[in-house]
């Protein structure tokens, strides 16, 4: 679910995609090389050259990353589905882990890296944060992480490299809605939180706003407008945002369909990664956006760019998505070793904390690494009245919890909104939601979208 790449990166991600397998074999022995197929923009700048010291380190051997990115679940499938490149590394989100498994199309991660031939390695893997080990339901919330399951055993083919929620990134400083046919309001934020997904659909935002080009993440908060906001038609209370989010039968369907086309008039366009360039520039006061990015705009973009505005991200009352990004080993890989070395080295604290530091957004990885990063970076001196409960992400278990069994954090006012859309609180979570694979419905769900693009 990540950042900016361009029309033309694109086109030249999928020719060197299909045109380096032939390269790479005849100058370089296949053992020698690591192939990863990433999000755009979703690494450490330092990452890779620092991987490639590490493997050496290990394994006494030299290796080259070759590394490539795209920019849609689906292009990344059809990769391996279609084309059987044999990369080694593929970083899909949730539904696309569980999907791959369906279609056997991941290889197991090795249970013990041992087995690789190197003697005892340092695991780090284990530290992934609980909130994505067991597939276990926590009370209170709407989703299970068990998209990697196996006859009751979880986390045998992936590990999670980060995670987000799907939200509206909003300038506060518009007052084009603030008479809107929803009512007055005396703010952006009053009026965001009062209505939630419906200022999508406002009539008064009159090309003010952007969708996602995406058919999983319109189709999502799609739905859950339809089916869970006040506002919709179709409002049915009695439904959760697991349920909504996930409704792909003929009737459900219709109904986004009918709202998502109703919606075309009032939208500037779709994007996968300029609305928050568009918003701080001041063309569109709302755009549908990741967490992760809108931590990035309403910080170091506005510094790259030379300008500022006030944003806000949130997640809307009714429900939304929460995301799991995970690494994975694709059935075609020619260097498993590397492959596996790879995802160990990505759970290492001081690699996830240079990665998170970087993309924006909350790596799967929760040691007291991470947690002294997050009290070097966001905590407050003093108590405040502004704090988050991160026990869901690292345990009550941890040595580093209050007596309490507890793990708060307290910021400043000012940095509460970015800091709790990067490290989300038991609310947001309890309001969301994980996608699932559209399973046999993949054809239908295609074809709404073409009618909504049409």
């Not at 790449?5 to 296949?30: D, N």
């Not at 249970?111 to 067991?134: H, Q, V, W």
């Not at 998209?147 to 055993?153: A, P």
């Not at 409960?389 to 910021?411: K, N, P, Q, S």
Request: aromatic fraction near 14%; charge should be negative; glycine fraction near 6%.
């Amino acid at each position: 679910m990540k950042k900016k790449l361009t029309t033309f990166a694109l086109l030249i991600v999928l020719i060197t995609t299909l045109a380096l397998p032939i390269l790479l074999t005849g100058c370089r022995p296949r053992d020698e090389v690591l192939k990863v197929y990433n999000w755009s923009e979703y690494i450490g700048e330092d990452v890779i050259e620092e991987f490639e010291e590490y493997y050496h380190e290990i394994t006494g051997k030299n290796i080259k990353v070759k590394y490539e990115m795209f920019d849609e679940n689906e292009l990344m499938y059809a990769q391996i589905k279609t084309t059987q490149a044999d990369f080694d590394v593929i970083c899909p989100s949730d539904y696309m882990v569980e999907k791959m498994i369906k279609e056997k199309l991941l290889v197991k991660l090795a249970p013990d890296l041992s087995e690789l031939g190197y003697g005892e390695i340092e695991d780090y893997r284990d530290g992934t944060s609980p909130l994505f080990k067991s597939g276990a339901e926590e009370e209170g919330y709407y989703f299970q992480y068990d998209y990697d399951e196996e006859s009751g055993e979880y986390n045998l083919y992936s590990r999670t490299y980060m995670t987000g929620t799907l939200g509206i990134l909003y300038a506060n400083d518009s007052d084009a809605y603030l008479n809107s046919e929803y009512g007055s309001y005396s703010s952006m934020q009053e009026y965001v939180e009062a209505n939630g997904w419906a200022v999508l659909w406002d009539k008064a935002s009159d090309q003010r706003i952007m969708m996602k080009n995406s058919l999983r993440d319109s189709y999502a908060i799609g739905a859950i407008y339809t089916l869970l906001n006040e506002k919709s038609k179709y409002y049915d209370p009695t439904l959760s945002p697991d349920i909504a989010l996930n409704a792909t039968d003929e009737e459900t369907v219709k109904k986004v369909q009918e709202y998502l086309i109703n919606q075309k008039p009032i939208i500037s366009g779709y994007e996968n990664d300029e609305g928050k360039e568009v918003i701080i520039q001041g063309d569109i006061d709302m755009t549908l956006q990741w967490a992760g990015d809108a931590v990035y705009a309403m910080d170091s973009l506005q510094e790259e760019l030379g300008i500022e505005r006030d944003m806000t991200y949130f997640v809307p009352y009714e429900g939304s998505n929460i995301f799991s990004d995970a690494w994975c080993i694709p059935k075609y890989s020619g260097n498993l070793v590397a492959a596996n070395l790879w995802i160990n080295f990505m759970c290492r604290p001081d690699i996830a904390i240079e990665n998170m530091d970087y993309v924006g957004y909350t790596a799967g990885t929760a040691t007291e690494e991470i947690y002294e990063y997050i009290l070097e970076n966001w905590a407050s001196e003093e108590p405040t009245d502004y704090y988050l409960d991160l026990t869901y992400y690292f345990g009550d278990d941890c040595d580093f919890a209050d007596e309490d069994g507890r793990i708060i954090v307290y910021v400043e006012e000012e940095d509460y909104n970015a800091f709790e859309a990067q490290f989300f609180s038991p609310e947001v979570i309890a309001r969301c939601a994980v996608m699932r694979d559209f399973g046999d419905r993949n054809s239908a769900m295609n074809r709404m979208w073409r009618n909504v693009k049409a």
